[in-house]
């Protein structure tokens, strides 16, 4: 059988609250009578001294001197004589066959539905023997126990349906947002609706904090599984059209033999372009399985830079770009040479295909340092990007300026100067302004830092 966890609460808290209540009322019970009882027998003992002073003898036949009470204080007095006939005093009704007396001694008495204490005192005046006994009711008497079991067998089940209602409204209040997360587990396994989200009402505690990681966990599952859809998208995308040209160019050449060599370098050309891509795709693959292994070594960055600055000098000049270089000098990092060229070199093509053309095509090739870091960036004076593309420009396949992206540009180039950069501990950001142009720079902990 399977009990729910508010059920489970609700019993065991029935339980606790029953052996409690009856565990608690027993040992109050038993001590508060003991003290009743107590006070009950010195008051009895009591009251019959009292009265053993008011009796006297007077001319052969015993008397009390008149003020004497034979009902004080819940005790009945009476006096005896030797035989056992009543001289004077009450007892109480319900007694019916009164005990044989005993000198200075409490008897328990158990009559109809109630029960006594007797107590009886001999005493000898003037020569004469007389008993007095006093009685009074006992709080054990069978009437008061049934009262108070009555009392109990309405009382503690009352008590435990409303201790039982109680907890099982509290913990199933407590537990309905873990319900509603059954349910929209239920909801997103059946439906594969990931944008499914528990609806919370407002409140504090440990499960309602649990269902709010629940909806932000949710929230990064749908974020990566839209993202894994798109980039899916995207690959199949990007390798259909160089997919497309290669087998309508085949298929032509095939036919005309004359149009071989041009449909050939075209072939070429997509392949390439493809390869590229597949590349950069199995880098980034690696990068996010941390699996991006780097051949690290000591790195002259500036070095570095230097060559790099002359090569893409001479393709700036060509188009016509004026490159300016400041490359501070003596600044080493430990990382994979191959990978840094790629990286920076994915910046300066930017800034030559997305930088130029807006009055200013001049690109500022930098390399300093800071108290942790090797900072090199590149800075253009282009379109800019505007400020919604910012975040977007680092994903994969992302493109903001169509017009500019030509057959080599895929969109992956920043995905990948991130990775790398990320990959020697580093970071990679932009500053941009629209129409003022752009500013990239990647962030590499120096040789000798703690990142090393
Ligand atoms: P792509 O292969 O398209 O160049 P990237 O990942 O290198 O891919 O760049 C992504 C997008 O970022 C580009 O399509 C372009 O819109 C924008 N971008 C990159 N560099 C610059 C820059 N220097 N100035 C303006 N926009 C840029």
Redo the contacts with the bound molecule.
Sequence with gaps: MKISITKKIAIWYAVVLLVMTVGFSAVIITYSNHQAEKAARSQLIDEVADAVGKIRSIDDHIETTGNISFYDDGVYISFYQTDGDLIEGRIPIQISDPPAFKHESVTFLNSGSDSWYIYDEKHNISGKTIWVRGITKSLFGAGNLNRLLQMFIFIVPAFMVLAILGGALLTRRAFRPIHKMLDTVEEIRTKHDYSERVELEPGKDEIHQLAKNFNMLFDDVEESFNKEKQFNFDVSHELKTPLSVIISQSDYALEHEDYQAEALKKINRESRNMATIVSSMLTLARSDTGNLVLEKSNVDLSELCEIIADQQDFIAEERGIKFITEIEPDISVIGDEVMLIRAIV??T???M???TGNGNDTIEFRLKQDSTSAVIS?S?H????PEQ?LD???????????A??DD??????????RAIAQAHGGLSE?E?EVGS??T?TIRIPLAGGDNE
């Design positions: 994915n910046l093509q930017n800034a295909k997305y930088g590149v253009d282009g379109i800019g990007i593309d977007k420009i680092w994903d994969r396949f992302y493109r903001a300026d169509k500019r992206s080599e540009s895929s969109g992956l180039g920043l995905s990948i100067v932009v941009s142009g752009s990239f």
